[in-house]
């Protein structure tokens, strides 16, 4: 096993190697994290790689025409323009992506802020998920309500509801976290101006968008509707999702639901998706379908 003063000998060589090299001194703090005995020796401070000014610069070497790369990369957020040192990425644009990738693990096992949870009065249910690293393996776990979800909605539940509303995690509680003040009142007070009789409203921790189904089983809803958290992006973990259907079924599939997709400030704009997603509910109340059924019907009516 490795002893503390091997490691204090190793901690020395690499900061007397850096100091050769010119590398302290100048620069801040980073260090400390890692040693903080030694941080007074050396001033490491690195610079923060996830700004925009790291992430919009080319590592192309050598670039036959600079103003091509430049404008191309201005047109699309992908990992263009990264360069590559022999078969293998830059240390920058591979630092990017690692960070990128943390935020996207964070994302991924994230739990939700209870107190967003009564701000909202929502109670709390589970799948049959019993821990995020099984959701994550089993998603048919995260389409059925464990049996104590099915009592709770049993006895807390407005049954036989024109839209039931329910919050879930999913991929994402973060996304859950960054929508849900905005876009949730706004699909109640739609729907409620429309004089549609809703459910109610309750979270789901590890649902899936089948879940739909067997809450339906439950509530028997004209209308199901889920806010939940899409699978992260690369650095991008606040994107929420609804998926909604006409009277899910045990048998319904994703072709009989419709979603609003890609919910953020910077994305569909939560409070416009919360007015959307009124007036799809509508629509699928006034032509009793969703998903293929209600495009194919909407597409016939307009001929
Ligand atoms: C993962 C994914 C898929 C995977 C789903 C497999 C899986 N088990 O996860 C695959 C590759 C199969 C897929 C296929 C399709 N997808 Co897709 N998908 C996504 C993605 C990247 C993430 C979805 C997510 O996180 N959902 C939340 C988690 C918690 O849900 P889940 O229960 O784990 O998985 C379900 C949903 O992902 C759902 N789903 C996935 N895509 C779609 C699309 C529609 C229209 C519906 C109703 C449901 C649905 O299928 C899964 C199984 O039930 C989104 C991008 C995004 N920004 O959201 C696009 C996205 C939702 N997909 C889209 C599309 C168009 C499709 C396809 C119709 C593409 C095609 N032409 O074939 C198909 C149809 C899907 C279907 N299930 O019938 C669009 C929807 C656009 C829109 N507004 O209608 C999106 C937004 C991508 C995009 N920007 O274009 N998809």
């Known amino acids: 096993m490795i002893t503390q003063q091997q490691i204090d000998a190793i901690i020395d060589a690499v900061i007397a190697e850096l100091q050769r090299q010119g590398v302290g ?10 040693a903080p005995s030694h941080a007074s020796e050396l001033n490491l401070d690195l610079p923060d ?41 830059r240390n920058i644009p591979q630092f990017i992506f690692l960070a990128d990738h943390a935020v996207t693990q964070d994302a991924l096992f994230k739990e939700i802020d209870p107190a967003l949870l009564q701000q909202f009065n929502l109670f709390q249910v589970q799948t049959q998920a019993s821990n995020r690293q099984e959701y994550l393996l089993r998603p048919d ?24 509303l329910y919050v879930s995690d999913g991929l994402s509680a973060a996304a859950i ?48 509707v889920t806010l939940i958290g899409e699978r992260p992006g690369l650095g991008r973990a606040e994107a929420a999702s609804v998926y909604m259907g006409y009277r899910p079924q045990p048998d319904s599939s994703d072709a009989d639901r419709d979603v609003v997709c890609n919910i953020f400030n910077g994305g569909t704009n939560p409070l416009e998706a919360g ?17 293929i059924k209600l495009k194919l019907i909407e597409q016939g009516a307009s001929k």
Do not use: W
């Open 275 to 291: 007015a959307y997603v009124v007036e799809y509910i509508k629509r699928m109340l006034k032509h009793q379908a969703s998903g």
């Open 49 to 89: 790689i996830t700004t925009s000014e790291y992430r919009t610069r080319s590592y192309v070497e050598n670039t036959r025409k600079p103003d091509v790369l430049r404008a191309l990369m201005s047109t699309t957020p992908s990992r263009i323009g990264i360069g590559h040192a022999g078969p293998r990425y």
């Open 177 to 224: 976290e960054h929508n849900l003040r905005d876009i949730f009142p706004v699909i109640q007070q739609g729907l409620q101006q429309a004089g549609l009789k809703m459910g109610t409203p309750f979270y789901v921790k590890y649902g899936r968008v089948g879940l739909l189904n067997d809450v339906n089983s439950i509530v028997d809803a004209k209308v199901v």
């Open 141 to 164: 776990l995260g389409r059925k309500l464990s049996d104590a979800a099915r009592k709770t909605l049993q006895e807390k539940c407005v049954k036989n509801p024109d839209v039931q």
């Open 25 to 34: 001194n100048e620069r801040g703090s980073a260090l400390h994290a890692i």
